[in-house]
């Protein structure tokens, strides 16, 4: 908490650990919030749907049908007004199913998972948040209070001192869009050296954050700083413009040569691999165990080959206990790409 | 430390863990094994350690957010609230609650008045001048009122009076608890919600009441069917007005707190109120749907009520006295 600063640009908490380290958590906004409220109510509204057809089904049999199946459909519009955000949330770890689409989740704002009481509570208020609320919901009340509030907390959060955060994973991974049609500098063009440490090329990429509104005039003459110190570095010359030019076509095209450079520097340095890490991912979400044998036994090292040959059907239990550095392929291109350095490296050679 | 033999040296550890978090994340908490839980724990802290040296070392932020996300992850597993027993319910129904009234006894007073007064008010007017009540409440209510108990409910014990109550709780369970709750809820608007709620209920119930007195015919049949249920239901409901009035006072007086770090303090407390309420509510709901229409004596149904009413006042004022030892102490 203390590492907070006052004044927020931007959408992250940072929460620290009783381990005395700092994470971030991305607050979800008014607008994908409000999607998955309104998925939530679609669902309680197919649900209503459902109950009205088994009541009138059950309605033909009698005083007691009549009787049973007009209390389940009261219950029912009950539980799904006070009881469905509360409950969901409650057990399934601060998730609705809208929520869970959307990847949000609740948490309490020390960043620990909310308690039942919390749970309860934060969705009871969310009569309050949602006034006026005449056939549908409006959420002035809420839209307001969660944009005067530095987590976006809606009454119902601040009351109970809970938060939504945005658990898509993706916020800062590599944009391809940023390097698309742009050619990588080749060595010829960087006779001085040809390498970029990873600490600058992060700076650059935050330039080009999609979440970033910079007109373009204005990143040229942010780039332009960069820019220059990087040409120097990397001994690059900006090829001579063509001899005979029209003035016109020149302002059309509108070069923005210092933009493209860093583009052209990004595209020749990282080494994207964001396509295998999302793959990666959903193997591990979608069948852990299983990928977790079958990488095991394919392995070409020779000290897993004799295990994977005797057990086939190993637990994972074992697995998780026997991993060690050797059976695990040390690939780490996902992770460094081909370009690393020392520590003391990279200070000297800071820009 | 070179970053590269950094990551090869962790990254065996970093998939153990992640491999670890998916299963664990899977399965139910109680099935956790021992084994497990120290390794989790085990590997999450020295996982912390990486994160703060690749933040200080500044390491590039893919990695960075690599081991953010490993962290956080495991931080949502390990730092979770305890699992909650069923004792607890029977705790704080025993105990807690009452006692928590207690404590917040002059919320309690203040909507009490706000209820009571313009019921009393309500009921002299309604009583005195029958046609006020119908320019309060309109005449088709009034209407509703004088058919519902111009006669005895039920003849006898058949499968029309089992499935017309069945419905009927069901609908009291939505309709009254449902009012508790949004009586509550809007005490988040500095507690006006919750007063207006209180003041206009209080002035329909007092406005029927007299009408209904004013009318002999119905006098019996309504009182006999009311009393019963009454004793938990407009408590309950006073109990609801209460929990919002706290809640509005966490944000007009917060005392030497700040106003949100107020509200907090004042949001735990004002919810299990609420709760109470809804409990209390879900038995009037019970008893309103079955017991007050059974086609009995009224006598039996006056004794039977004021035996409740007696109960619940104890029961709020007594339950939850003894000795207090530190175990039990919220």
């Keep these: ?351 | 430390m070179n970053r590269e033999r950094f990551i090869k040296q962790r990254r065996s550890d970093w998939q153990t863990y992640e491999t670890l978090l998916s299963r664990l994340k899977t399965s139910w908490f109680s099935k956790w094994s021992s084994r497990d839980i120290a390794d989790l724990s085990r590997l999450y802290r020295s996982i912390c350690y990486d994160l703060s040296l690749v933040q200080s070392r500044e390491w590039g932020q893919r990695l960075e957010q690599y081991l953010n996300d490993l962290v956080a992850q495991g931080h949502n597993c390990l730092y979770r609230s305890p699992p909650q027993s069923p004792d607890l319910v029977w705790n704080f129904l025993a105990r807690g609650f009452p006692r928590l009234l207690r404590k917040r006894i002059g919320s309690f007073l203040l909507a009490l008045g706000l209820f009571l007064i313009p019921f009393l008010a309500g009921t002299i007017a309604g009583a005195m001048r029958p046609d006020l009540a119908e320019l309060v409440v309109g005449r088709e209510s009034l209407d509703q009122v004088r058919e519902a108990y111009g006669k005895s409910f039920y003849e006898g014990f058949d499968t029309e009076f089992a499935g017309q109550r069945t419905s009927m709780a069901g609908f009291y369970v939505f309709n009254n608890v449902g009012i508790a709750f949004k009586a509550y809820s809007l005490g988040s608007f500095l507690g006006i919600g919750t007063a207006f709620i209180l003041l206009s209920n209080g002035i329909t119930i007092g406005m029927i009441t007299g009408y209904v007195i004013s009318e002999p015919d119905l006098t019996n049949n309504f009182f006999s069917f009311v009393i019963t249920h009454g004793a938990f239901e407009l408590t309950a409901i006073v109990i609801s007005g209460a929990g919002g009035l706290v809640l509005g006072q966490g944000m007009l007086f917060p005392g030497n707190m700040s106003r949100g770090a107020s509200l907090r303090h004042h949001g735990q407390e004002s919810l299990q109120l609420a709760l109470g309420a809804g409990v209390m509510l879900g038995i009037a709901a019970l008893i309103e749907g079955f017991f007050s229409p059974m086609p009995i004596h009224p006598m039996i149904k006056y004794v039977v009520g004021s035996t409740m009413w007696i109960l619940v006042i104890l029961y709020l004022s007594l339950a939850g006295r003894e000795v207090v030892t530190t175990e039990e102490s919220p």
């Design chain 1, 1 to 351: 908490m203390a590492t907070q600063p006052k004044a927020q640009v931007d959408t992250r908490v940072v929460v620290e650990t009783p381990e005395g380290v700092d994470f971030r958590f991305v607050i979800a906004g008014p607008g994908k919030r409000g999607i998955s409220f309104l998925i939530d109510w679609l669902l309680k509204a197919t649900v209503v749907g459902f109950a009205i057809f088994i009541s009138t089904f059950f309605a033909l049999f009698g005083d007691l049908g009549q009787g049973f199946f007009g209390f389940g459909f009261l219950i029912t519009l009950f539980l799904l007004d006070w009881g469905y955000g509360s409950l969901f949330e409650a057990f399934w770890n601060g998730q609705t199913p809208g929520k869970r689409l959307l990847s949000l989740r609740v948490v309490r704002t020390n960043g620990t998972p909310i308690t039942f009481l919390t749970a309860v509570g934060r969705n009871f208020l969310l009569a309050a948040d949602q006034q006026p609320a005449i056939i549908f919901p409006l959420f002035t009340v809420g839209i307001i209070a969660t944009l005067t509030s530095r987590r976006m907390q809606r009454l119902g959060d601040r009351a109970f001192d809970t938060m939504v955060v945005d658990e898509t994973r993706d916020w800062i991974t590599r944009s391809p869009g940023i390097t698309q049609g742009v050619e990588a500098l080749t060595r010829a063009e960087c006779p001085r050296r040809f390498h970029v440490p990873e600490r600058t090329l992060a700076v650059i990429e935050r330039l080009f954050e999609s979440d970033r509104i910079i007109p373009d005039l204005r990143r040229e003459e942010i780039a332009k700083t960069l820019s220059v110190s990087l040409r120097k570095r990397l001994g690059y010359e900006e090829p001579a413009p063509p001899q005979f030019r029209n003035p016109h076509a020149y302002f059309e095209r509108s070069p923005l040569i210092h933009t493209l450079f860093l583009r052209r520097v990004l595209k020749t340095f990282v080494d994207d691999k964001n396509t295998d890490e999302e793959a990666r991912r959903n193997r591990l979400k979608t069948g852990v165990a299983e990928t977790a044998l079958r990488s095991n036994s394919s392995s070409r090292r020779p000290g897993l080959s004799k295990t994977s040959e005797n057990d086939q059907d190993v637990s994972l239990d074992q697995w998780v206990s026997s991993a060690n550095i050797e059976t695990i392929d040390t690939n780490t291109d996902w992770i460094v790409g081909e370009n690393f350095e020392t520590y003391g490296d990279q200070r000297s050679s800071n820009l």
